[in-house]
């Protein structure tokens, strides 16, 4: 009978901290209960301590462990607890990780770099065993597919997107028969543009003009349109801002932007809200926590992961260990 835990409050599916137990119910649907039964704390100098009450419940079950790792510092303690869960004779362990923060550090252009990237999927790599074989690890919208590969096989990354849920918002728009998608760059447009081959592309590039990088429309046509700009992830904001002012010269009528992960540091955020450019929709979704508080701020609109990763967990593997 499986089991499964949440770390931090994301917020993604629950407000409350604990395990989740993943069990039979009628008819032999499977169920998932949380259990509030994993405790933290920290030492006087700071060090966590951290305790699952009732440990022995664990034994057998299939786990399911729910992280953020939104800043560098909790990515100890939640390691800690990755780290110890397989070491109690669970049965199958399924990490979600929704936002993978050092994605963007994957490569090196000069010497002297570090692969971050690299680094953080090493970290994830070393998680022991479970009794039926090497953890799972669920990962939306990674910033490039081939990060899978800086992963050993002794763990299973699991690369989900979450484009379904942008469909489903640009197929309900009252004008869905004028909306385009724009990609701020050539990296952007080859992740995502067969997930929306249903609606016109149109590829933005930076070209340098002396000092500056500017901005400019490399093929699509946005004039007439309601021009959907999307991405994997947004941080200071001005890629996409400049991306909506050359969108908006070339014609665009309304425009919209859809990241997965909005990091936005230093509330970069506020950039959107009343500034040169106005939007019309701005969806970003739950894989990092403090989107929930900036969802409170037109135009901004929040678009839950849960479903998808319910779908994930009661897919084929699990739904197959219960018969």
Same mark, same amino acid.
């Given at each position: 009978?499986?089991?499964?835990?949440?770390?931090?409050?994301?917020?993604?599916?629950?407000?409350?901290?604990?395990?989740?137990?993943?069990?039979?119910?009628? $008819?032999?649907? $499977?169920?998932?209960?949380?259990?509030?039964?994993?405790?933290?704390?920290?030492?006087?100098?700071?060090?966590?301590?951290?305790?699952?009450?009732?440990?022995?419940?664990?034994?057998?079950?299939?786990?399911?462990?729910?992280?953020?790792?939104?800043?560098?510092?909790?990515?100890?303690?939640?390691?800690?607890?990755?780290?110890?869960?397989? $070491?109690?004779?669970?049965?199958?362990?399924?990490?979600?990780?929704?936002?993978?923060?050092?994605?963007?550090?994957?490569?090196?252009?000069?010497?002297?770099?570090?692969?971050? %990237?690299?680094?953080? %999927?090493?970290?994830?790599?070393?998680?022991?065993? %479970?009794?039926?074989?090497?953890?799972?690890?669920?990962?939306?919208?990674?910033?490039?597919?081939?990060?899978?590969?800086?992963?050993?096989?002794?763990?299973?990354?699991?690369?989900?997107?979450?484009?379904?849920?942008?469909?489903?918002?640009?197929?309900?728009?009252?004008?869905?028969?004028?909306?385009?998608?724009?990609?701020?760059?050539?990296?952007?447009?080859?992740?995502?543009?067969?997930?929306?081959?249903?609606?016109?592309?149109?590829?933005?590039?930076?070209?340098?003009?002396?000092?500056?990088?500017?901005?400019?429309?490399?093929?699509?046509?946005?004039?007439?349109?309601?021009?959907?700009?999307?991405?994997?992830?947004?941080?200071?904001?001005?890629?996409?801002?400049?991306?909506?002012?050359?969108?908006?010269?070339?014609?665009?009528?309304?425009?919209?932007?859809?990241?997965?992960?909005?990091?936005?540091?230093?509330?970069?955020?506020?950039?959107?809200?009343?500034?040169?450019?106005?939007?019309?929709?701005?969806?970003?979704?739950?894989?990092?926590?403090?989107?929930?508080?900036?969802?409170?701020?037109?135009?901004?609109?929040?678009?839950?992961?849960?479903?998808?990763?319910?779908?994930?967990?009661?897919?084929?593997?699990?739904?197959?260990?219960?018969?």
């Amino acid at each position: 009978m499986p089991l499964a835990l949440h770390t931090r409050p994301i917020e993604l599916t629950t407000k409350k901290k604990g395990l989740f137990y993943l069990q039979k119910g009628a $008819r032999n649907y $499977r169920l998932v209960e949380l259990h509030s039964n994993l405790k933290w704390d920290s030492f006087a100098d700071g060090w966590p301590n951290i305790f699952i009450e009732n440990v022995k419940e664990i034994a057998g079950r299939d786990v399911i462990l729910l992280v953020s790792f939104d800043s560098p510092s909790v990515i100890f303690e939640q390691l800690a607890v990755i780290y110890s869960l397989p $070491r109690y004779l669970i049965r199958s362990f399924r990490i979600i990780l929704p936002y993978f923060p050092t994605a963007t550090m994957e490569r090196v252009d000069r010497e002297g770099q570090i692969v971050t %990237a690299k680094t953080l %999927a090493t970290m994830l790599s070393v998680v022991p065993l %479970a009794a039926r074989g090497p953890a799972q690890i669920f990962i939306f919208d990674i910033h490039t597919l081939q990060e899978r590969f800086y992963f050993t096989d002794q763990v299973i990354p699991r690369l989900l997107t979450a484009m379904p849920l942008l469909l489903t918002e640009l197929r309900s728009l009252s004008d869905s028969h004028y909306v385009s998608v724009a990609f701020p760059d050539d990296g952007a447009h080859k992740r995502f543009s067969s997930e929306l081959c249903s609606f016109p592309t149109i590829t933005c590039i930076k070209v340098r003009t002396g000092a500056k990088r500017v901005i400019s429309i490399k093929e699509g046509v946005a004039e007439g349109r309601h021009v959907v700009i999307v991405d994997d992830l947004v941080q200071t904001g001005g890629t996409l801002l400049e991306c909506a002012k050359a969108l908006k010269a070339a014609g665009a009528i309304n425009l919209s932007i859809f990241i997965t992960h909005g990091v936005f540091p230093a509330e970069s955020w506020r950039k959107f809200i009343n500034g040169e450019v106005t939007f019309e929709n701005i969806w970003i979704t739950d894989s990092i926590p403090h989107c929930l508080e900036i969802a409170k701020h037109k135009p901004f609109k929040l678009l839950t992961l849960s479903q998808m990763i319910a779908d994930s967990l009661l897919g084929y593997d699990l739904v197959s260990e219960s018969q």
